[in-house]
């Protein structure tokens, strides 16, 4: 297979690869279990996990060198046309419920605050929070999907919007970091990058 053909379903495979394409997250951590979509068809696609929590279903996470990657894909691809849009459609919608639910959730950390304390409907509370011996002006979110990657003094390094979102977990809600890779993380990235106008 000549490379940029292999490039290409490599790229193919890896969409298909995302929450609710490939064979399950390990889901786990705070919130309240957000129901199914309703599926009166039984489309297997269309089962997705249920939220975080004690209620949560659990599935294995199968990374892009998973074996079962090809499966998917023609499960997926077997699925007529309006069955492969809605499971589209119900995935996304899936995760951006569980990401709301965790930027409202003050169980990320164990100062009782949570993400949208400071970025209420994606904006800013205003005012200045300490960060060491300065003060800074607490950002809006909106827009910042386009803003990462992006080189940050605090880090050192270029980080991700996902990195950029755990160090404010750590600093201001005195909790533990998303495990990069994980639904949680991919979930609360994926909602807070859906902020693109003014609130």
């Given amino acids: 297979m000549p490379r940029l ?37 039984n489309n297997p696609w269309l089962n997705y ?11 294995n996470f199968s990374d892009a060198a998973s074996p079962d990657m090809l499966a998917n894909m023609n499960r997926f691809m077997k699925l007529s046309e309006t069955e492969r849009m809605a499971a589209m459609r119900q995935g996304e919608q899936a995760a951006l419920a569980r990401g709301q639910a965790l930027f409202n959730d003050s169980r990320l950390g164990t100062s009782g605050l949570n993400c949208a304390a400071c970025h209420p409907n994606g904006g800013t509370a205003g005012g200045k929070v300490g960060m060491g011996d300065h003060e800074i002006a607490i950002p809006s979110l909106v827009g910042v999907a386009q803003r990462y990657p992006h080189f940050k003094p605090l880090n050192g390094r270029v980080i991700t919007q996902t990195d950029m979102q755990n160090n404010c977990t750590v600093l201001f809600l005195k909790g533990k970091p998303l495990a990069s890779g994980t639904q949680e993380a991919a979930d609360l990235t994926y909602y807070v990058g859906q902020f693109r106008s003014r609130p």
């Fill in 5 to 41: 053909a292999r490039t290409l379903f490599t790229a193919v495979l890896t969409l298909f690869a995302l929450p609710g394409f490939a064979a399950g997250f390990i889901v786990s951590g705070p919130g309240t279990p957000t129901p199914r979509p309703a599926n009166p068809t």
């Fill in 49 to 59: 996990p249920t939220h975080y929590g004690s209620g949560a279903d659990v599935h």
